[in-house]
């Protein structure tokens, strides 16, 4: 089977109709049906229901929708990691959504550059929930996630802190003054939507942009508590007692085996042992 076929197969199942599939692929929809025609009589299963009023997936097509997503990822990982492998100065390319590391890096930095494994690293800054991705295709080495929220799956992990979580108010507002409060204190409160989120606020992509919106009451938020290390005078961080710890992890591919990546893991979690977030 080749990479392209599984191509055509995502994009139709992505689209779930053959000429906006064909559309996406730069080519004309009669060879797409075809393909996806042939590549149903070598399996031997119908992986899409083609009736009059669209196309749908089969138990069996939504299945291999998800096996050859992760193939194709795989082969676009293995292209960028050997294109990396190949250059003359090794670099370790580490993944981090804004204020991802929670404070960590410029702890761990110094300590990893004294390994004798280590090469220099360029730190990839990236947009929210972005980080899982770009470790997956194999773009970056490592990355900064965050435990229940992002996708740890095909991922070997080293936990480094667990937080609290606090809530973000504009200084003017009726919960400001709390020195604590519950998630249903928040009830009817506007929040901001996050990517990916079916949230109806807002859309915020960074951290400096939810903070603008908060102080302009625009929205509130339930953060971890190492956002409070970018406090601003015009909006206050309130604990939020039953929210859900999160946790910060730090995770690469599964059956690594770089020496640069293991002194980074050895000198994140010296770190975090010895400096844990209170």
């Known amino acids: 089977m080749e990479t392209r076929e599984l191509a055509y197969f995502v994009a139709v199942a992505e689209e779930l109709h053959f000429g906006r599939a064909a559309q996406r692929l730069g080519m004309a929809q009669p060879p797409l049906s075809r393909a996806i025609q042939q590549l149903e009589r070598r399996m031997g299963v119908t992986l899409l229901e083609r009736t009059s009023?669209?196309?749908?997936?089969?138990?069996a097509g939504a299945v291999f929708l998800a096996e050859s997503r992760k193939a194709l990822d795989a082969v676009e990982a293995a292209v960028h990691r050997a294109q990396r492998a190949g250059q003359e100065v090794p670099r370790l390319l580490v993944a981090m959504k804004t204020d991802g590391d929670a404070g960590l890096l410029e702890r761990v930095l110094p300590g990893y550059r004294q390994?004798?494994?280590?090469v220099e690293v360029e730190i990839?800054?990236?947009?929210?929930?972005?980080q899982a991705r770009m470790l997956r295709d194999g773009r970056v080495d490592l990355a900064f996630l965050h435990a229940p929220h992002d996708d740890l799956s095909g991922f070997d992990t080293e936990l480094l802190l667990e937080q609290d979580q606090v809530a973000v108010l504009p200084r003017g507002h009726r919960l400001a003054g709390r020195a604590a409060l519950v998630l249903a204190d928040l009830?009817?409160?506007?929040?901001?939507?996050?990517?990916?989120?079916?949230?109806?606020?807002?859309?915020?992509?960074?951290?400096?942009?939810?903070?603008?919106?908060?102080?302009?009451?625009?929205v509130v938020a339930v953060v971890p508590e190492s956002a409070r290390r970018h406090a601003r005078p015009d909006v206050v961080y309130v604990p939020v007692l039953d929210a859900p710890r999160t946790s910060v992890l730090l995770a690469w591919p599964d059956r690594t085996r770089s020496r640069a990546v293991a002194a980074f893991v050895r000198?994140?979690?010296?770190?975090?042992?010895?400096?844990?977030?209170?």
């Open 124 to 130: 990839v800054v990236c947009g929210i929930d972005e």
């Open 187 to 218: 009830d009817g409160e506007p929040f901001p939507r996050w990517p990916g989120s079916d949230v109806r606020g807002p859309e915020v992509r960074d951290p400096g942009q939810l903070l603008q919106l908060v102080a302009l009451g625009q």
């Open 267 to 278: 000198a994140s979690t010296a770190v975090a042992a010895g400096n844990p977030v209170a």
């Open 115 to 118: 390994d004798p494994d280590a």
């Open 53 to 59: 009023r669209g196309v749908t997936l089969t138990p």
